[in-house]
């Protein structure tokens, strides 16, 4: 058994819970490296007794949209949706122009997310910009103990009011989260209406609007787009009445300001004033808990990486704060306090 094949089997058996009978929608591209993978997790799928379709589209970004057909793929609610693109599956124009309301009386921008988070009549998994060597090692891991950890993180943020971050990069950040609830990128996708990243291992919270405030500076991996890079300058974020008002630093910072303008200049062009004003917003704060991640300037895998944080500018996942981007930039080696009970010290967790 080869060590994508045994991965692949791990993520549709033991993550997914993969049933006999039930349909699986892959959605992949044959750029990058995400093909092999997808042929993978295809042939594992009808291994295990499922019934697997592929649906392969040109690469998408954050700023294309998805083949109308695919959309359409999606819509036939399949039990299980894979996707594994080379770098996004792509947006919806309908969930950008009209939008979806789920069985959870919420307003969805893609069917994807209005048939796992808002109606909970699918589950599976999404990987851009995975590779062969990143799936094969990340991937097939010890998931009760990563549930373990996130279970104790969700519980130190459960209730919270307001988290602090410093960390010796610079960042010194209070993050608003009243009413706001944690949610965990686990591997535990089993149930309908569960889902996340493989490789999976992050505990994430949306802030409140317009909730964050203070510096951020981003000594880790930045989301560029279409790709990533770890910056040779970190990049300094400031934050005035809770969104972005200033980007510093070297050629990183200014890449990373320019996906912000493309961002609002998209939003903009379509009439879309609350999109425009959100792509200043700090939509996410991530907690990375994969320790068989590493920081390779890869998205997928760096913000997973254990001893770091990430915040997103952009969208958050609760959907009160649309956006055309989410940018995901890591912060390294961070000191975290909730409600000022420390649960992190230079990255080590301390619950």
Excluded at 41 to 59: C, H, N, S, Y
Excluded at 190 to 211: Q, T
Excluded at 220 to 231: F, H, N, Q, R, S
Aim: aromatic share 6%; hydrophobic share 40%.
């Amino acid at each position: 058994m080869t060590k994508l094949i045994e991965a692949a089997k791990v993520a549709m058996r033991d993550v997914v819970g993969l049933r006999e009978g039930e349909e699986v929608l892959i959605i992949t591209n044959f750029e990058g490296d995400v093909f092999p993978v997808a042929r993978a997790i295809f042939d594992v799928t009808r291994e295990l007794k499922g019934r697997p379709t592929m649906a392969v589209q040109e690469m998408k970004t954050t700023y294309t949209y998805a083949e109308r057909l695919v959309l359409e793929a999606i819509k036939a609610e399949p039990d299980v949706l894979v996707s594994l693109s080379a770098s996004k599956i792509g947006k919806d124009p309908f969930g950008q122009t009209v939008g979806y309301v789920g069985k959870d009386g919420k307003k969805y921008q893609h069917i994807f997310d209005k048939l796992i988070d808002g109606d909970k009549r699918v589950r599976g998994f999404w990987s851009p910009t995975t590779t062969v060597e990143m799936f094969e090692r990340c991937v097939a891991l010890d998931y009760n103990e990563m549930q373990a950890t996130a279970q104790r993180l969700k519980k130190a943020l459960d209730g919270a009011k307001e988290i602090h971050v410093t960390a010796p990069g610079g960042t010194d950040a209070y993050i608003g989260v009243k009413g706001r609830k944690p949610m965990l990128d686990d591997g535990n996708f089993r149930l309908p209406g569960l889902g996340g990243n493989l490789p999976a291992g992050e505990v994430f919270i949306s802030p409140s609007i317009a909730g964050v405030s203070g510096t951020i500076v981003f000594d880790g991996t930045v989301d560029l787009v279409p790709e990533a890079v770890i910056p040779k300058k970190p990049v300094k974020v400031v934050l005035k009445d809770g969104y972005v008002d200033k980007v510093l630093g070297g050629v990183e910072a200014k890449g990373l300001l320019k996906v912000i303008e493309r961002g609002e200049a998209m939003a903009r062009e379509k009439g879309m004033k609350e999109e425009e004003r959100n792509a200043r917003h700090i939509g996410e704060l991530g907690i990375g808990i994969n320790y068989k991640a590493k920081m390779t300037g890869n998205l997928l895998e760096d913000e997973k990486v254990g001893r770091t944080v990430h915040f997103a500018i952009g969208a958050n996942y609760d959907n009160d704060a649309n956006a055309m981007i989410h940018q995901d930039c890591l912060v390294i080696k961070p000191n975290m306090w909730v409600d000022k009970k420390q649960v992190m010290k230079d990255g080590k967790l301390l619950v």
